[in-house]
Each structure stands twice: as structure tokens, then as C-alpha cells.
């Protein structure tokens, strides 16, 4: 699956084959990285008890975002959005770079990792095919995780 590996000042992270994801902002990767395993602990998933954080890279800004559930369940918003959404609000429009976590242990599958279907789309909105898409592999793992383009998270990918 890994075809490379990038290295930032502390983690070696895995990039998989396929269109290569731009590293155009890679001094911010583990900025991003720890801003999204802080905000995860203000997650409020009391129904699946899946803590998820999100941030993301915008215009130069960075925000942070978790995973709101709700009562009604379909009313919940994952992590990545209340992450994009708060950078919509502030002003931005572009996406330089996400990061998300789901605060697995080392050696959770990559299903358990990856961002949901809507969130992909979401970011497709305001992202590029090469903008970088950084997936936690958890503390303690060797390696801070995996970096993939969004063109090979969402291929075929709707825009009007
Ligand atoms: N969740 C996210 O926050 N992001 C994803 O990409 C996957 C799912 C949240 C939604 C819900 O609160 C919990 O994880 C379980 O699905």
C-alpha cells in the first residue's frame, strides 16, 4: 500500500501509491496532526463512544473540529466538517491540507480510520485532486500515519 514515506521533524509518515498528495505544506503536517488528537477529547459521542478530531488548513488558518452527535442520530456532524465549517465561517474557502483522527491504537484497520463518504465529499468542495488527506495510525505506532491525495479518496468525484 505504501509506495514512500515523508519524514517531518518527528514522525515518518506513510504515502500511498497513486496520484501523490502535494507536500507543498508539510512543515504544518504535525501541527495539523496534534491540533486534531487535542480537539478529539472535546468530542461529544455519547451514543457511539467514536471520539473523532479534525483540522484542517485553510488560507493559512488552521481550525479544529470534532464529531457532535445528537439524540435524533442523524443529526450528528462528523469531526471533518465542524473542522471546514468553522474555516467557511472565518472566511476561508481553500483547503491546503486536513488531518483526522480517530485515536485508534496502533494496527486499527484503515476502514476505522479514514474519513466517511459525506466528509469526503465535503472536503472535495473546497480541496484539489492533490491536497493531502493525513490519517492518524495513533499513538504509539511507529509511523504518525498515512497521507493520501483526495483524488485517491474520492475518485470520480461530483462538482458543479
Ligand atoms: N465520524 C466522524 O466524525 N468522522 C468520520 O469520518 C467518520 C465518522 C463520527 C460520526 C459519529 O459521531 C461517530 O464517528 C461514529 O460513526
Known sequence: MSASTLTTQ???????????????DSSQFE???LAARDVRRNAYAPY????????VLM???????????NASYGATICAERSAIFAGI???GRSIA???????PQS???????????????????????DTPILIDAGEGASYA???????????????L
Open 145 to 159: 500515519g498515512e497521507i493520501v491525495s483526495l483524488e485517491q479518496l474520492l475518485p470520480w468525484r461530483f462538482k
Open 107 to 129: 494496527g486499527t484497520p484503515i476502514n476505522q480510520r479514514t474519513p466517511c463518504g459525506i466528509c469526503r465529499q465535503v472536503i472535495a468542495e473546497f480541496a484539489e485532486a
Open 59 to 69: 488560507d493559512g488558518n488552521l481550525y479544529r473540529g470534532c464529531n457532535v452527535e
Open 10 to 24: 518527528n514522525f515518518t509518515w506513510h504515502i500511498a501509491s497513486g496520484l501523490a498528495p502535494s507536500l507543498r
Open 48 to 55: 457511539s463512544n467514536f471520539l473523532v478530531g479534525s483540522a
Open 89 to 91: 465561517a472565518d472566511g
Open 97 to 103: 491540507a486536513l488531518a483526522l483522527t480517530t485515536g
Open 31 to 33: 501541527g495539523l496532526l
